[in-house]
């Protein structure tokens, strides 16, 4: 098992996707040459209507990588409102600095350079919005940040915890078998959380969803 969906689904579910702009061909385009991972398109619209539908003050984002999540988060933000988001790879910083810059959305945008696990407990304001998409290994200590900084009916969305769908599969290739077993005890412990209204959604590589109790 290699995917969530069949062929013939994903085909279908394709069909339906609007004209995109011409930066965001770009990124995506720029991720799959230089293999760098982003948001599947699926989850990013997803996203895109839960910002649009909560309307959030204040977001994190845990993981920019180029900054294509960030952006279109950025797009769908309310006048006054920001995202702070997390990178460590000063190559992924380079890159999603001259992407914001072409976004024209840089004054809602706060880059914070540096590993999660040391800038996260720093913080001292709440979020309204957390977006969690980060090293599998560390999902555990930074989702327990996450939660500290979460506000009550806030909510948070992460990224991977189907991974590949081996997350569901008997067999995992050797490769994937560490990671796979971080997410899998991740999804219990993101599903059991006493203070968190949670569900995980077949969307892209599958999507959690939880609102702070």
């Known amino acids: 098992m290699t995917q969530i969906f069949y062929p013939a689904q994903k085909k279908y579910l394709d069909s339906f996707r609007k004209n995109e702009s011409k930066l965001r061909r770009e990124m995506e385009t720029f991720a799959i040459e230089n293999k760098i991972p982003i948001l599947d398109w699926h989850a990013a619209d997803f996203i895109e209507k839960l910002i649009k539908i909560n309307n959030p003050s204040r977001v994190l984002e845990i993981g920019t990588a180029i900054g294509y999540t960030t952006i279109r988060i950025a797009e769908c933000l309310g006048k006054g409102s920001t995202i702070h988001t997390i990178e460590k790879s000063q190559d992924n910083i380079k890159i999603a600095k001259e992407y914001f810059n072409k976004s024209g959305l840089e ?107």
Request: glycine share 6%.
């Open 107 to 213: 004054k809602k945008i706060k880059l914070l350079e540096g590993d999660a696990l040391s800038i996260m407990p720093q913080l001292n304001k709440k979020y309204d919005f957390i977006f969690l998409d980060a090293d599998k290994e560390d999902y555990k200590k930074l989702f327990a940040y996450s939660m500290i900084l979460l506000r009550k009916n806030g909510v948070i969305v992460v990224d991977n915890l189907l991974w590949y769908g081996f997350t569901a599969s008997a067999k995992v290739p050797p490769k994937y078998a560490k990671s796979t077993k971080h997410i899998r005890e991740f999804n219990k412990l993101f599903i059991l959380q006493k203070n968190l209204d949670s569900m995980i959604i077949p969307i892209g590589d599958g999507i959690g969803l939880g609102v702070k109790k």
